[in-house]
């Protein structure tokens, strides 16, 4: 194998490339995809091109493209709310307020800073990621409105853009400011309401907010769930307030009617005062599942969102038949029509099933199989067949230690919201079936009181809709349990030798040379890890494997992995120096674009890195497009290999289990399904060029911020099986991504990364994971509770530890000498890495 030779990635040019062109195409479709109409009443929306707005709201000139942290993108421009606007043609009347508004920002953000930099010498002993995790940025509410003035200005609309910023390392707090609005905010609309006709309410913001306020106001006719939606977000939502797209996004959470209706809502990461534990005491009720099982009404269901025009859903077959593994599935055919008359549009079909009350309490309903249309033009009509994996409709028996699916009639719904799902069918099982035999993982230590429906009422609701199937007569599929066979799943022992190339590398391998690749290295770290920023071949990368085995006989490349997931995270530019050495500055040259660094002197030729700022991960997965996903992860792929980057650290698919955990943002939904298939979709799309990988995280259990790596989430094996890990499972079941990334988080007292439970017995025995599996950064290092070290990461079968430490070195090293860690433990974990590594764009003839 031929080893790439490496060059200065970037360009020296300051002219945009046709790349970032043809992917702010893309980012700018995308995120129009995403967005969500949440209400349209009075005929608010589309607005022509030309009409007068008055516009107002701190996301209206800073718009809010991302989270902060290690998610977010050095990209060369961000197009805002107003210049998106102005852009369309449309007229803004209220520059002036604007204008002032932006002056006020920019004196907030620099107060901001000198209070971080006071924080960083006073408090936080020079840890500069502590001090900016923990001050967070406020959007200032700008001054209050003229009403006399805005009812003078010519137009009948306003627009209000309601704008909050999330990250990494703090959570949100149900405090105004936050999850509510503040009193300068309640009162700028109400004088915005009080000027203007009409108003539209536009969400700028990282996760779900409290939107009992518009209930005040009957003059917010339109509202739109915007997210952050990257650097072309301004033109994308010109394009759907004008209707040259039609929104087609629905939501991926249930927005609840106020925040304590969510099921941990009291006891959530902070709420309960006690950061260190984290009961998951609602267990499997999680989101819809909640809402939809113990009939709590929301605000906006599952899956909800409009369009500007109508669609009528039919169904025209459910069938079961024989994949080609010789497995039973069910196929729901669905005929959808646009029967609206002016607008083109897509939308999104989805199934749900009701499962039976039987031995094992289950959720209501759900998800079950998704799919969105094409771009329909009125009167035009698209078949689409919805296949489910029985697989996805069993429930984890903790007495048996098995997913099994029980004997009963199970109810299919369909619908384009999970308000609007009509019962359509059933399919009866004639017995209950193991389909996969496994053993216990991650045993609870401490008893744990979970939240139970009411079995009666659940079993009063599942009578009514078995009543329902049967007077309409709705078609019943049979479904015997002999169809169905059972896996007995196999765990593997430790070997001796492993295949391929490989293995005979890690054979030939001497003891120091394993170690030093079980660790990223140390010499590029250069103590800018915290921030996931210490590559130093590529500037701004987050890490990169060693160069221990590069040379002949082995030829095994030093690989880069850059963070994300909403672009990759490089430095926008850095310096060459006349000797040819590479001056990528310090972390906080690549933070905030360099917001927090001081300006330097130019020592040498500039190159620039300007990558692509998408949208986040909750807006890609508001637009429910696998085939986006896709595309998407091309794209991404694509500015992998210009800078010379193997592994993509995204996406991010953790749970949204309560709207207050900061990093939603980066996370796709509620729900392991959508999630789970997002992920792969992206994966799928990144690794259809060879020699790029994603890199899906955290896993497990991710779901609060605040104290992320002294956090014990504490739950059941079932609740960890079917919400926390099943997307998981799902991506590497359906795309096998080239990595993973544990968490920070303890699982039932065990760290993550130190997890043999997750990370070998789920991941690789369980669903045939075959990439390799790698610590976040300064896990081992920087734990706050328990003890987890490099040797525990080597025991589990985490196969790299990073970003890279000699302390890591030394403990893998002491573990080999005292006996507590196996050779070839050492050696499955080197395994793991050199067959990703042999796999990457490194290689001149690597293949796909």
Same mark, same amino acid.
């Given at each position: ?559 880069? &992995? /850059?963070? %994300?997931?909403?672009?990759? $995270? ?7 120096? *006349?000797?040819? !050495?590479? +001056? ?64 993509? &650290? /995204?996406? %991010?698919?953790?749970?949204? $289990? ?7 943002? *980066?996370?796709? !939904?509620? +729900? ?177």
């Amino acid at each position: 194998m031929k080893l790439r030779k490496r060059g200065y990635v970037g360009t020296t040019s300051t002219v945009m490339s046709q790349r970032e062109k043809d992917n702010a195409i893309l980012a700018r479709e995308a995120a129009a995809e995403g967005f969500v109409l949440l209400k349209n009443e009075a005929q608010t929306l589309p607005l022509k091109p030309g009409t007068k707005i008055g516009l107002y709201g701190a996301g209206a000139v800073r718009t809010i493209k991302g989270g902060t942290g290690s998610g977010d993108v050095n990209n060369r421009y961000n197009v805002n709310i107003y210049d998106g606007l102005k852009n369309a043609g449309y007229e803004i009347t209220s520059v002036e307020w604007l204008e002032g508004y932006d002056r006020g920002y920019l004196a907030a953000r620099e107060s901001w800073k000198a209070e971080i930099f006071r924080k960083l010498t006073e408090e936080c002993n020079g840890n500069f990621f502590e001090a900016y995790s923990t001050t967070p940025f406020s959007m200032p509410a700008g001054a209050a409105i003229d009403e006399a003035a805005a009812k003078k200005d010519g137009a009948e609309i306003a627009m209000y853009v309601l704008a909050r910023i999330a990250g990494e390392n703090a959570d949100r707090r149900d405090e105004a400011g936050d999850y509510y609005i503040t009193e300068e905010e309640r009162a700028q609309i109400a004088a915005l309401c009080e000027a203007y006709e009409k108003v539209i309410l536009v969400v700028n913001t990282g996760g779900l907010i409290d939107l009992a306020f518009t209930d005040e106001f009957p003059n917010i006719t339109a509202v739109l769930q915007f997210v952050q939606a990257g650097q072309e977000g301004g033109n994308a939502l010109a394009d759907v307030i004008s209707g040259k797209v039609t929104p087609s996004g629905k939501l991926v959470d249930s927005w609840a009617l106020d925040y304590m209706d969510y099921p941990n809502a009291a006891y959530f990461s902070h709420k309960s005062g006690d950061v260190y534990r984290e009961e998951y005491r609602e267990g499997i009720y999680v989101g819809y599942r909640y809402f939809d099982t113990f009939d709590v009404p929301v605000r906006y269901s599952f899956g909800y969102g409009l369009s500007y025009t109508e669609f009528d859903l039919k169904v025209t077959g459910i069938s079961k038949q024989i994949s080609a593994q010789g497995k039973p599935t069910l196929s729901v055919s669905v005929d959808v029509i646009n029967t609206g008359a002016a607008y083109s549009g897509k939308e999104v079909v989805q199934v749900y099933v009701s499962c039976p009350q039987g031995k094992l309490p289950k959720e209501f309903r759900r998800l079950a199989a998704f799919g969105k249309t094409k771009l329909l033009a009125p009167g035009e009509t698209q078949s689409l067949t919805l296949s489910m994996d029985l697989y996805q409709l069993a429930s984890y028996s903790e007495e048996q230690a098995a997913w099994l699916l029980e004997t009963g009639t199970y109810g299919i719904w369909v619908g384009n919201a999970l308000s609007t799902a009509a019962l359509c069918g059933t399919f009866v099982l004639d017995e209950t079936k193991v389909l996969v035999q496994c053993e216990h993982i991650c045993p609870l230590k401490e008893s744990l009181e979970e939240l139970q429906p009411d079995k009666a009422k659940l079993e009063e609701k599942q009578t009514a809709w078995l009543r329902k199937a049967e007077e309409r007569k709705l078609p019943k599929v049979q479904i015997s349990a002999k169809e169905l066979p059972t896996e007995t799943v196999v765990y593997e022992k430790l070997q001796d030798q492993y295949p391929g190339r490989a293995g005979e590398i890690v054979d030939q391998l001497s003891t120091e040379e394993l170690i030093a690749l079980a660790i990223g290295d140390p010499a590029k770290d250069q103590g800018a890890s915290a921030l996931g920023s210490a590559g130093q071949t590529v500037p701004g990368a987050a890490a990169e494997t060693v160069t221990v085995a590069e040379k002949a006989p082995y030829y095994v490349a030093s690989i880069v &992995l /850059a963070d %994300g997931p909403a672009g990759l $995270r490089l430095r926008s530019e850095y310096q060459v120096r *006349e000797d040819g !050495s590479i +001056d990528g500055g310090d972390f906080l040259d690549g933070f905030e674009n360099g917001y927090f660094a001081e300006p330097k002197e130019s020592k040498g030729i500039v190159y620039h890195q300007y990558c692509t700022a998408i949208p986040v991960g909750t807006l890609l997965a508001q637009s429910w497009n696998l085939e986006l996903m896709h595309t998407l992860g091309r794209m991404i792929a694509g500015e992998m290999n210009e800078f010379e980057v193997t592994l993509w &650290l /995204a996406p %991010g698919m953790n749970i949204h $289990r309560n709207p207050l955990c900061g990093r939603n943002f *980066e996370y796709y !939904s509620e +729900d392991p399904l959508l999630a789970g298939s997002m992920a792969a979709a992206m994966t799928q799309g990144v690794q259809s060029i060879p020699g790029c990988g994603t890199t899906i995280k955290h896993f497990a259990c991710n779901n609060q911020e605040d104290n992320r790596m002294g956090s014990d989430s504490i739950l059941s094996e079932r609740t960890l099986r079917e919400i926390y890990l099943k997307g998981f499972e799902t991506a590497i079941r359906s795309a096998q991504p080239m990595a993973m990334m544990t968490s920070y988080n303890l699982i039932n007292g065990v760290h993550a990364a130190n997890n043999y439970d997750i990370c070998t017995k789920a991941a690789r025995d369980e669903w045939g994971f075959a990439g390799a599996i790698m610590t976040d950064w300064t896990t081992t290092t920087d734990s706050t509770a328990g003890e987890c070290t490099a040797a525990g990461c080597m025991k589990a079968g985490n196969d790299m530890v990073m970003p890279g430490d000699m302390r890591d070195h030394a403990s893998i090293r002491q573990a080999l000498k005292d006996g507590t860690l196996d050779i070839r433990e050492l050696k499955r974990c080197v395994y793991h890495t050199i067959k990703i590594i042999l796999q990457s764009n490194q290689y001149e003839d690597v293949k796909s």
